[in-house]
């Protein structure tokens, strides 16, 4: 009776420890999936950048409820971001908040970071280097994990730089 009790028991760590290893393996392949996808996205320069965190240089941090982002093509960055922080000037249009923009001339730096990430610099510029073309935004610096995961950091010549965490997705059409 004892054997057959050890047995049963050993038989029950055996199938759980099959079932683990199988959980494992599976979580291990959907991670992959996942920072290969990542990997396509940002070396086709075609991804977006969704923010769920804002972090202004003075205040407190606070979760997004509406929808952020930050789409990058190759021809392409266009910024729909809340701004929290102290400007320099007054707008150009004071009904305009935020950090909005689309911008067709602009420079995009990618270096591989640590642990397979990236880190990005876009640097908006003007076509004819006329101060109305490139907007405030001096630089957007993403670091980017293989996860997926992403921080943003918007410098600004007339506000305080503010920081955003999200995460990369495919850009839709």
Do not use: C
């Amino acid at each position: 009776m004892k054997l057959l009790k050890n047995i049963s028991a050993l038989f029950f760590l055996i199938f759980i420890s099959i079932n683990i290893a199988n959980a494992q393996s599976a979580g291990n392949d959907k991670k992959a999936a996942r920072a290969l996808a990542v990997k396509n996205m940002v070396e086709a320069q075609n991804y977006v950048f969704n923010a769920n965190y804002v972090m202004p240089m003075r205040g407190v941090g606070r979760s997004l409820t509406s929808e952020y982002d930050l789409t990058v093509s190759k021809d392409t960055v266009a910024a729909f971001l809340p701004y929290f922080g102290r400007a320099y000037t007054a707008p150009y249009n004071p009904t305009e908040g935020g950090i909005k923009f689309t911008n067709t001339h602009f420079t995009y730096t990618s270096k591989a970071g640590k642990k397979g990430g990236w880190s990005i610099t876009i640097k908006p510029t003007g076509k004819d280097k006329n101060i109305s073309d490139w907007r405030d935004v001096q630089t957007l610096r993403l670091d980017i994990s293989a996860d997926g995961y992403a921080s943003l950091q918007v410098t600004s010549s007339n506000r305080d730089p503010i920081s955003f965490n999200g995460t990369i997705e495919k850009r839709g059409k």
